[in-house]
């Protein structure tokens, strides 16, 4: 692959690019950008949910490949901050046969401590690659972070449930309850192992719900349909699980599809004798999801019922619950100092191109390196890179640049490594992501552009 060296930024001592993985001392959560764990790798945990046990959370999530919808597995990460994850292990994987088995597919995996049994019960969503032959499964372990043994269909009334998108909520009093996309509410028996009895129905909801009791207030979060596409999330209130439900309207601001993102759960945080809610939401990036899919979560304002994130942060502080600028620490590469590459024009201080194989190049002295980007509806995905100073690469991961709410943000923050000599390589891939639901409807991008506004190094 030929590229165009642009500019050197600092000459120094030869780094052989070994990564030394620093703890992020600031507790900043970084949205929208590729979170890395204890051995470098990204963060694979989609549709997730978190439990605490015993002073530590546990990240459960979807283990997505970057090929196909197929199910590869769940995942567990730990953490004592939420911030930095130490991957566990993949603590279900693809079975023999049944709900889980080959080419099928495995999502919104949750999990809840049974307070009757002490053992940890796994619910998902199970179907086929069509999304034709819907389940909802359950698996159990008597460890947070064992293997899983998939115990089959969760039962009502002696029949399998049926149903699709869901999630779970464990209120105070220890009950466990079912939330199924458009409505129904069930409460668990006492071993969480099959549903005792559906509670409620919330009437004009939508999929992906996810639940959480502030002051004896319930709350329930929902997306419209919208395939792998992010839209305005809504939410109800009741002042008990039973009802009645009140739609409330949307808690983001109108037109900013939830800051991009989709609802899968509600974590608390604990602060002192206080309970923030925090949001966790999904930025689908379908097909490429294990590399490309990132995440958001934010804190949510409760005010009586109305509930909202009123502006976004890119990345904030735990400690805090305040917006912080992470590229402050860092040194911004001279954009105009750049010549472009073949395939790039300049427009207006940024670079843009649609052109496929075409490399914008950067080489710097330092750690690691922050891309920024602007994504909008007309953009697809590059292939971002670091090599040593051999030549050899020392990281690679596709970055989405698409979105239908147009944003200018920081796309990726490498991984640190061993200070050193580096160059950075952005590649754009040809790739656009474009796909189309059961009613063939045409979601995605129109076109392949990859636009650098910033780039940065530490």
Not at 94 to 114: A, F, S, T, Y
Not at 219 to 234: A, H, P, R, V
Not at 372 to 400: E, P, Q
Request: aromatic content about 14%; charged content about 20%; overall charge neutral.
């Amino acid at each position: 692959m030929k590229y165009v060296l642009l500019v050197w930024l600092l000459i120094g001592g030869i780094g052989e690019g070994i990564y030394c993985f620093a703890q992020n001392v600031e507790k900043v959560i970084r949205n929208g950008m590729p979170w890395f764990d204890d051995h470098g790798n990204i963060v694979n945990a989609h549709g997730a949910c978190i439990v605490e046990e015993k002073g530590r959370y546990y990240l459960f999530g979807e283990w997505k490949s970057d090929e196909s919808n197929a199910f590869p597995g769940f995942s567990c990460y730990s953490s004592d901050d939420l911030v930095n994850w130490k991957f566990e292990r993949v603590v279900l994987t693809v079975q023999p046969d049944g709900i889980l088995g080959p080419n099928r597919v495995g999502e919104r995996v949750k999990v809840m401590k049974c307070p009757s049994t002490g053992e940890f019960v796994m619910f998902m969503h199970a179907d086929d690659m069509g999304y034709k032959d819907p389940y909802i499964g359950y698996a159990t372990c008597k460890t947070i972070n064992g293997e899983y043994q998939l115990q089959g269909p969760l039962l009502y009334q002696g029949k399998p449930v049926q149903r699709w998108d869901m999630g779970t909520f464990q209120d105070t009093d220890g009950k466990g309850y079912l939330l199924i996309h458009h409505g129904p509410i069930y409460r668990l028996s006492d071993n969480y192992r099959s549903i005792e009895m559906e509670v409620a129905h919330v009437k004009g909801s939508g999929e992906s719900p996810a639940m959480f009791k502030k002051d004896g207030i319930y709350y329930m979060l929902y997306s419209n349909l919208t395939s792998w596409e992010k839209n305005d999330n809504f939410y109800f209130t009741a002042p008990k699980i039973e009802g009645p439900w009140t739609k409330q309207g949307l808690f983001c601001p109108e037109g900013t599809l939830t800051y991009n993102s989709q609802s899968t759960f509600v974590f608390p945080l604990k602060r002192g004798n206080d309970i923030v809610p925090m949001f966790m939401g999904d930025r689908w990036s379908y097909p490429h999801q294990a590399s490309a899919a990132t995440y958001v979560w934010m804190p949510m304002q409760v005010n009586g019922t109305k509930l909202s994130i009123p502006e976004y942060w890119q990345c904030w502080d735990l400690n805090t619950l305040k917006p912080v600028d992470i590229l402050r620490k860092g040194k911004q590469v001279s954009m105009k100092n750049i010549k472009p590459a073949v395939g790039w024009t300049e427009n207006r201080g940024c670079f843009v191109s649609n052109a496929k194989g075409s490399v914008l190049a950067v080489s710097f002295r330092g750690t690691h390196v922050a891309v920024v980007g602007k994504s909008d509806s007309h953009s697809g995905y590059a292939r971002v890179s670091v090599l040593n100073a051999k030549k050899d690469t020392v990281y690679s991961s596709l970055v989405d640049f698409y979105s239908k709410y147009s944003e200018k943000a920081i796309r990726i923050m490498t991984p640190e490594m061993e200070k050193g000599n580096y160059t950075l390589l952005v590649e754009v891939t040809g790739i656009k992501p474009v796909w189309t639901d059961k009613s063939k409807t045409i979601y995605g991008s129109d076109n392949t552009f990859v636009t650098i506004d910033d780039i940065y190094y530490f």
